[in-house]
């Protein structure tokens, strides 16, 4: 059972141009969050997704970023016109339908540096 | 501050020796996780502690959970080389819906 895929692991971006980072959850899992980790910080959350559904979008800037989760294939979190704030890791979660606010299983992260 | 700080920001041991880290936050919650990152690496899950538990155990970690102090403790017994990551509580709320709030997090450092 193969556990929360990201990909890219490692993008690298110029200013101005957009990142696309994916995630596929586990599989049985309806429920994807995204969250953005700063250098030598903690995970901040950004934003909670079920399919086809922004359920929480409270932690996502309101300009540039935004997520989708469609009915088939993977989450997508876009950043348009990226900035040097933007270098950051960026983590997905996943959990089962039921329980969120319970474990959330996480992937190993894109690492986003904009230059 | 915010929700879910760790103490100490980092910490040095030697290998054998027990690690203790204490994590504070400031609202009501759900339950209460560890995390652990090894450097530039995903999360991995250690524990999950609910808000109706005292104590926990899995293995070498044993976490506490005081409600009435709104703190958590993770102790990491018989430390090895390999324990040397940064470790995250994490917070769950129902009136945050489903998102898990993070403190800044503890480096431990295990020294062989």
């Known amino acids: 059972n193969a556990g929360v895929m990201q990909n890219p692991r490692h993008l690298v971006r110029r200013r101005g141009q957009e990142a696309r980072l994916r995630c596929s959850p586990m599989k049985g899992h309806s429920h994807v969050y995204w969250y953005r980790q700063l250098p030598e910080e903690g995970l901040k959350f950004m934003v909670y997704?079920?399919?086809?559904?922004?359920?929480?979008e409270s932690g996502m800037p309101k300009e540039r970023f935004s997520a989708e989760f469609p009915k088939e294939g993977p989450s997508i979190l876009r950043i348009q016109q990226v900035v040097r704030g933007d270098s950051a890791a960026y983590f997905c979660?996943?959990?089962?339908?039921?329980?969120?606010?319970?474990?959330?299983?996480f992937g190993p992260g894109t690492r986003l540096t904009v230059t | 501050s915010q929700q879910g700080e760790e103490d100490p920001q980092a910490l040095s041991i030697q290998e054998g020796e027990n690690a203790t880290m204490n994590c504070s936050y400031k609202t009501s919650i759900n339950n209460l996780q560890w995390y652990r990152q090894n450097s530039g690496r995903g999360l991995v899950h250690l524990i999950l502690?609910?808000?109706?538990?005292r104590e926990k155990h899995s293995g070498r970690l044993r976490v506490t959970l005081d409600t009435s102090k709104k703190s958590s403790s993770l102790l990491i017994t018989a430390s090895r080389a390999a324990d040397t990551a940064s470790y995250f509580c994490a917070t769950g709320r129902e009136t945050s819906g489903s998102r898990l709030t993070f403190g800044e997090g503890t480096q431990l450092t295990v020294n062989p």
């Open positions: 502690i609910r808000s109706n538990e």
């Open positions: 979660a996943s959990s089962p339908p039921v329980g969120g606010i319970d474990e959330q299983y």
């Open positions: 997704l079920q399919k086809e559904n922004i359920i929480d």
